[in-house]
């Protein structure tokens, strides 16, 4: 008996370094926003590796980002996040 190929698995790939970047602007930490979103630290920790996530798990973590002020100043005093090496 044949099956059918397995589905590849569809996803998006988050900027790891940008995501770091705009917690340190709002002054959380990853777990922080996790509990806020209710994601699991796993399937945050994946996105902050630039493993593929889910585009529901993208829209909830941006979600979260827009939900939480970003701390005056801290956009002063960050580095920019670096560009992907290619």
Known sequence: MTGSPP????GVRL???KLDFELA???VTARQL?????LSEVALSRAR???CVRE???RRIADGLRAI???DGATDLLAPPR???G
């Open 7 to 10: 589905r590849p698995r569809v």
């Open 15 to 17: 900027d790891p370094a």
């Open 25 to 27: 602007r709002r002054g």
């Open 34 to 38: 996790g509990a806020r979103i209710g």
């Open 49 to 51: 590796n630039g493993h």
């Open 56 to 58: 529901t798990t993208l």
């Open 69 to 71: 002020p970003e701390l």
């Open 83 to 85: 560009a992907p090496a």
